[in-house]
């Protein structure tokens, strides 16, 4: 299994609704990280959880919480966001934090905040 | 901080070669990488240099100076379905974070 899955591929959402984005893995990668990519823009690094503890926060804005429940899922919980927080969100993995290694990216979830 | 530069766009004929470029000011650095993302999904890795010089890889070869902090892809025998964004990207010394250039949009025609 080389996958990196996330779940819901698309998500429209109200500005006082609260949901939450899934991913996960199973290759074993111990550093899972959230991007965050606009159209026609690279990905912005938001996240990283390195042994599922958050190690870096981009400065983001906390009506982005992320949560890492043990070394295989990652969440991404969304409340009260604004409609300029409609992007594609990527989640990442990587075999260790401390290695020349490539990170494996899911298909994304396409959100739409309305 | 990180500043990485790419072309905004590139076009290109299928058989052909291609070379995108891109340059990069980093903060630290612990390799640079290069991605393909088609419209709409999810960055696939093509390649990776940490040491200076060349890394081939089928139709898709890297190159990396350290001291010019420069990288190149480049694209052999073109096929219609290379038409897509290439994102060049920085590991930092701190191993976690990936920065990614602005990506370049690659058409390919007949």
């Known amino acids: 299994d080389t996958e990196v899955t996330q779940t819901p591929k698309h998500l429209v959402m109200g500005m006082t609704n609260k949901k939450s984005l899934k991913c996960e893995q199973h290759?074993?990668?111990?550093?899972m990280y959230w991007y965050k990519q606009k159209a026609k823009k690279p990905p912005e690094l938001m996240f990283v959880y390195s042994y599922e503890k958050l190690s870096i926060n981009e400065s983001v804005p906390s009506r982005f919480s992320p949560e890492c429940p043990n070394s295989s899922l990652l969440n991404l919980h969304l409340h009260a966001l604004q409609p300029e927080d409609s992007a594609l969100y990527l989640c990442?993995?990587?075999?260790?934090?401390?290695?020349?290694?490539?990170?494996?990216f899911g298909q994304g979830t396409r959100l739409t905040v309305v | 901080g990180q500043n990485i530069d790419q072309p905004t766009e590139m076009t290109a004929t299928e058989g052909a070669i291609v070379q995108i470029n891109c340059t990069y000011q980093?903060?630290?650095?612990?390799?640079l990488f290069w991605y393909q993302q088609h419209a709409g999904e999810a960055p696939t890795f093509l390649s990776y240099n940490v040491l200076d010089g060349l890394e081939e890889k089928g139709r898709f070869s890297s190159f990396l100076s350290r001291s010019k902090g420069y990288s190149y892809l480049l694209l052999k025998e073109l096929q219609m379905k290379d038409s897509a964004s290439y994102l060049c990207a920085v590991r930092d010394f701190n191993f976690n974070k990936f920065y990614f250039g602005s990506g370049t949009k690659l058409n390919v025609k007949p």
């Open positions: 980093t903060s630290g650095f612990n390799g």
């Open positions: 290759m074993g990668h111990r550093a």
């Open positions: 990442a993995s990587s075999p260790r934090t401390n290695t020349n290694t490539e990170a494996f």
